[in-house]
């Protein structure tokens, strides 16, 4: 979507709004996939209520976009606007076990900052990319930990209602690579409690677990992480590999030889290129094992 209106364009500038035209979504996604549309930059959070109003008031859809690792965004031109909030000055701020993380900070940094302050517990997310938003709506988990386990309270602005508010971690519902949050709530932070641990010992984790990522999964290609979840008590990966379909391809979308649950971008993939695989890795797996595979990733296709 294209906004060609001055006077929209005008009001954006007084939101504090930046407004960047015709945006490649293939530049912002890990995967190097994605059409083109409008990208507004959220510099000032007291504005988005306004700014939300303003889009509805003009029938302009809109789509959060995050760090956009997790994401398979369709073809051509889009019919809605991406909005991108920007992350604040202090998006890690520390008071004991304590910490308050911005959504829109990146992990590994946030996870970086607290290890500086002997603050552990996220060793095993180090190499997982995206936003601490991310990791919140999709649950992040890796080698035991789990984004959920060390939520206190989320922040969110709630938009079916029009105000922030601070939900404590029993009313949140935190499982298997999702969390209970509606498709309409704008996360905006999160307290999280972590255990002391020397930085020295954080540090040691951290590169075991690096290690493990780069012998087995493609960290040099363009992908979005595990394409599909596991299912119960057992491994997407482990079921697409039993079939041979590594290296299986589709256009530019392929089956990475190094992890069957990655599927990477070999040369220009389309949407509608990694879409086909998908289905026809889903539609192997359900002939064979009769198992349904659930997307883990994220489809912005339509």
Request: charged fraction near 25%.
């Amino acid at each position: 979507m294209h906004i060609a209106d001055r006077e929209l364009i005008e009001a954006f500038r007084e939101l504090e709004v930046e407004h960047r035209g015709a945006e490649r979504l293939a530049g912002c996604t890990s995967l190097g996939i994605g059409g083109t549309t409008d990208l507004l930059i959220v510099r000032e959070r007291r504005h988005l209520p306004e700014l939300l109003r303003l889009l509805r008031s003009h029938g302009i859809r809109h789509r959060l976009l995050g760090g956009g690792t997790n994401l398979l965004v369709g073809d051509g031109e889009l019919p809605w606007v991406a909005l991108r909030i920007a992350r604040t000055e202090q998006s890690v701020r520390i008071d004991g076990q304590s910490v308050w993380v911005d959504a829109a900070e990146d992990l590994g940094r946030a996870i970086t900052t607290c290890a500086k302050a002997n603050l552990g517990g996220m060793e095993g997310l180090v190499g997982v990319p995206g936003t601490v938003g991310g990791a919140l709506r999709m649950n992040a988990g890796a080698y035991g930990t789990e984004m959920g386990k060390l939520v206190r309270e989320v922040v969110v602005y709630r938009a079916l209602f029009g105000r922030i508010d601070a939900l404590p971690i029993d009313s949140v519902r935190f499982e298997y690579r999702r969390a209970s949050f509606s498709p309409c709530d704008i996360l905006l932070g999160a307290r999280l409690e972590l255990p002391e641990r020397p930085y020295r010992e954080i540090v040691d984790r951290i590169h075991v677990f690096n290690f493990k990522r780069r012998s087995s999964q493609p960290l040099t290609e363009r992908s979005a992480g595990c394409i599909f979840k596991n299912p119960v008590g057992s491994s997407a990966g482990s079921l697409i590999d039993g079939l041979g379909l590594k290296g299986l391809r589709v256009g530019g979308a392929m089956v990475s030889e190094r992890h069957a649950n990655f599927f990477v971008n070999r040369n220009r993939a389309t949407c509608a290129d990694m879409y086909r695989l998908m289905e026809e890795v889903r539609n192997r797996v359900w002939l064979a094992f009769r198992i349904e595979l659930q997307e883990e990733i994220v489809l912005w296709v339509n």
